[in-house]
């Protein structure tokens, strides 16, 4: 009876392992191997690349947050974008996100 074959657990724990795989296996196990790290190196890019941040006028602010304009403009908790002036105030959206998150 002919053992089972090595994962890539059993490998990635015990490399001499793969010494135990036949040609055939050794091909599908590298081209899974390729497949994988190229998925991984993708995930790892996607991860990596930050959107850019909008800068947001009270009404799109307001839209984001599910309140009126208004709400938006009495609040002074809101965090602005520095510049910002109470005639022409600027949110900034991922800060407006964090605010969020952060539970109001």
Known sequence: ???????????????????????????????????VSAALASAQ?????????????????AALLGVSREAVLRNRKLPRLKGSTARKPRYSRRRLLEYLERGR
């Open 45 to 61: 890019i996607s991860a990596t690349i930050e959107e850019p941040d909008q800068i947001l006028l009270p009404e799109q602010a």
């Open 1 to 35: 009876m002919k053992p089972p074959v090595p994962t890539f657990d059993d490998i990635a724990t015990a490399p001499s392992r793969a010494a135990e795989l036949s040609m055939e296996e050794l091909v599908h196990m590298m081209a899974k191997t390729a497949i």
